[in-house]
């Protein structure tokens, strides 16, 4: 189940961006569940990553590798999220490191591993190892849906979204893939998304960009309010295009940054739209406040109701669930009498009551929608924040209750 | 659907707290949906209540009075929460408490009147004032299961509970009813619970008693994070039984609290079995705490986790959801490495790994049961919190789909 159609946009070739998959059979045959990236030399990687206190080995191998050498390759894998594998799981993102170094002949801190799947169990390495060389000859540099679908797991679909502009005169691209539909939470839970670019940009701005990007787009998508061990937000630019973004105040890195954010807010939208079980796609839109946290209190304690949740998956416009939710979210000395509620552009709620011209009919014509926008007003201040996600169905229960069986 | 059964207790009258029951058609018809508590003059009343911005008018009126006189009369009704109802729904409630007053022949700031049900519906005072005359002719000592019964609402089954206790050579008792079943979180969510016994107490450490018993016990459960507008929690002292407790150093206070406090355990944890849907009892056990806090912290991330949750439902000890909730909790510079982790006796994480010789069959026996307690060490203090929850279902979707239906 998944909110309306999201056909995956036809992605251009990066140049300077080589991608693989393969089958290696971590969790089940017949698909392809292992990815690689491969960079120029003179390419540049940056990234951000799950805050989760137990975050899984791969993240924390990346981590180091990030910081000792530039990296040329990252190798994914779907299946198996090598977290709380202890001692064991870093050896293994190792050995995978080292299996990719290589074959290309490489240091194996220049290889990033990623993982995402079941938690706990052992990473089948010599299954991952094993393809290694026929990634190697079939890399390509246009494969972007064999690597979108490569890295799915409860996904119902594959996400891409693509960005072009023109820097000086010459066309660049931005193209993006990701995967996540359940365990999503801001600070990105169970999400891997990879983003290249055929700019050349220096590490130190790269990760700039991405930070800023993932703020805006990852972090402000929630689906079951659980954030991931593995958790992972890659920027890859291959500088193939020969156009180098090296300022952070020219105008090339404003439309380099437009571009990154578009293509991940796009991912991040189509990881909602796909959230597990989703029949509806939500956004809450909170102003008012006064300061930014107030609102995303505010928008948080809507987005993870489950009483809301489950009224927005029968389209019951059940507004007291939405005002009693304001209420708890935490906001010191809210004054409920200037607090007003939209879904859409119905107002449900005036001054902290329901709305006097109100009709149940009117809330029930926007909930069957499958996009409804729920507006809050805090009528404190200035701020305004809004987030993304979805209802809490049947099918919700049933794939994560099925999910390891 | 509920956990277990859980038959209503035989509960003895106490002396001097009256009680009616009636049928008002509030929300449908064929059942009782008032009910009046009715103290002697020289009773006492004390009570907590939610800590929504968005409290409902009850609760307001409810507070006003209480600070103004000493309450006599309370009177309830299920089926509409008279909440985000702004000026009228206060008018309304005062109307009910003038009309109980009338009848009485008493001020209408001795009447605390409470409210459960639909958020944003006007209340139907005169079905209620309807009914009053009939109440005061039918008030009496033995009835507590019929008003167990008349405050339900989605509840599946009515919930009491009952000590008897000797102090100072004679026998004083304390009953309990409460109603809830969904939006029950910390800080009581739509929880009504009435306690009372045939001891004297003044109002001041009447006030004591059911502040310590209520965070205890009901702001120590949790069903779906959501806290409603109406939450009440009463204490109501007779003074009846010529017991009189009024040193707080006494061992007859003492015996007194101990007394509430087991009522009020018993009701919160009935709360939590017939929790909307529920399939499981869950008790979270979190020691090793810097300090209580992070204990609740990491208790409140398990226990509202719909990952676990689901995984509860499923009987699937998916300890790598678990530890991923620890780690998200938000405790700060967590040592992952420190973390032990037990269903009931068996370790399924040591050093915040898979227990090496923990195996799927024994967790899987575990999760078989009803009752289930998740033991989390955090390793890191000697602080201890305990809190009771519930699996999320199929039934709890459904439940909170269909509701105003």
Redesign the interface.
Known sequence: MAVGELPFPSMPPIKGVRLATAGAAIKRTGRDDVLLFALPEYGTVAGVFT?????AAPVLICRQHLAAASGRFLIINAGN?N????EQGKRDALSVCQAVAEQADSNPQQVLPFSTG???EPLPVSKITAVVPQLFADLKEDHWLGAARAIMTTDTRPKGATRQVTIDGQMITVNGIAKGS??I?P?MATLLSFIATDAGVEQRLLQAIIAEAANLSFNRITI??????NDSCMLLASGASGVRVSDRSSEAYRQLQQAVNEVCSELARAVVADGEGATKFVTLDVKGGGNGDECLQVAYAVA????IK??L??S?P????I??????AG?PE?D??LVQVHLNEVQI?T????ASDYTEAQGQAVMQGEHITIRIDLGRGQAEEVLWTTD???E???I??????
Do not use: K
Request: aromatic share 12%.
């Open positions: 805050q989760n206190a137990f975050c999220a977290a709380c594998t202890g079941v938690i706990g359940g365990m939470n600070n079951d309010g659980d954030t991931s061990t993870h109701s489950p009483l489950t009224a998956f029968a019951d059940n507004w007291g669930r005002v009693a939710a304001i209420g708890y906001v809210l409920p009498s709620v001054d902290g009551e329901r809490l169905s049947y919700y229960v049933r994560n209750a099925d999910y390891r069986t």
